[in-house]
C-alpha cells in the first residue's frame, strides 16, 4: 500500500449545510472515508427542516465540529466553519457534492512537494442525481480570464489552498455576496498568488435539477461583475494593459481564426504572455508544466 510522509499536512475542510439530506450522507462519507488520515471536518448546518440534522448527528464522532442554528446564508456558514479550523490547509464542499477518496493524499502531497503552490484545483467534475460521475476535463484559469471574460467559473469543489493565502488575502467570505461567495475569494487570492491546475480528479459537482448557481445564473454573473470590478482596482496597471492586449487577441482569434488552439500557443510564445501553470504526474512524481493562455 502507498504510504505518505509521516509529516503530512493537516487538512480542514468545512461543509455548510441546510435542508439537502437527500445527498448530505453521500458527501459527508466521501470526506471521512478518504484514504488520509491527517484531517478535520466541521459541518455548519442552517437550521436543517428536513433530515440533515439527523444525518450529521450519526457521524457526529468523525466530526472535530458541528452546529445547527439558524444563520445568514451561505457565506456566515462558511465563516462560522473556518473560524473554528486549524489546518495548514483549507476547502469546502458544498452538502450536496463529492469528493474523490484520492483527494486529500494527492493534496497533501502536492503542496509539501511544491511550497511555492499556494492553492489548487483539479480536473472539473460533474456528477448526476446518482453520485455518478459523468464529465471530467482540465479548465485552467488564471487572472487575466477574469479580466477579460474568458472564465469566472472555477470549481470550487476542486479547490484547496493554505492556510497562509487565506490570511494574507483578509481571511474571511465575503458574506454580502449571496451566490458568488467563492468566486469573490478567488478575486482576492488571485491578487497575491497564481493558480496551479492539477491534473488529477479531486471533487466534483452534483447536478439535480435544484443547484442554486444554475437557478440563479444571471445573479451569479453580475455578482462576478461586482467582484472582478472591486479586484482591477487593486491590479497593477501593467497587468490591466496586458488584459487588453490578450482581449483584443481574444477578438481577432474568435473572428479571423475560428477559435484555433495552435494562434492562442504561437501569439503567448511569440508575446511571452504567462500561460497557465499546471502540475502533471509524469514518471512517478509531479511535474510542472505550463499550457497555452486560452483565447478562444
Known sequence: MLKYPENNMKISIVTPSFNQGEFLEETIQSV?????????????????????????????????????????GHG????????????????????????????????????????????????????????????????????????????????????????SLWERAGGYIDSSFKFMVD?????????????????????????HGKNRALENWEKCNLEMISAIKKMKLEIDGDVIQRAKFLKMAKFINRNFFFKSSFFSKVFCEIFKFPMYKNLQYEDGIWKEKKLPFRLR
Open 183 to 207: 468566486g469573490e475569494l478567488w478575486s482576492r487570492f488571485f491578487l497575491h498568488s497564481d493558480l496551479y491546475s492539477v491534473d488529477s480528479i479531486l471533487g466534483g459537482y452534483r447536478m
Open 76 to 163: 456566515d456558514a462558511l465563516n462560522k466553519g473556518f473560524a473554528k479550523s486549524t489546518g495548514e490547509i483549507m476547502a469546502w464542499i458544498n452538502s450536496d457534492d463529492k469528493y474523490t477518496p484520492w483527494a486529500f493524499s494527492t493534496v497533501s502531497q502536492i503542496f509539501q512537494e511544491f511550497p511555492h503552490v499556494e492553492w489548487i484545483v483539479g480536473y472539473n467534475s460533474w456528477w448526476n442525481i446518482h453520485g455518478s460521475m459523468i464529465k471530467a476535463k482540465r479548465v485552467p484559469v488564471n487572472i487575466y480570464d477574469y479580466l477579460i471574460g474568458n472564465s469566472s467559473w472555477i470549481q470550487q469543489e476542486s479547490v484547496f489552498w493554505r492556510r
Open 32 to 72: 471521512i472515508c478518504q484514504k488520509y488520515k491527517n484531517f478535520e471536518y466541521i459541518i455548519i448546518d442552517g437550521g436543517s427542516t428536513d433530515n440533515s440534522v439527523e444525518i450529521i448527528e450519526k457521524y457526529k464522532n468523525n466530526l472535530s465540529y458541528w452546529i445547527s442554528e439558524k444563520d445568514h
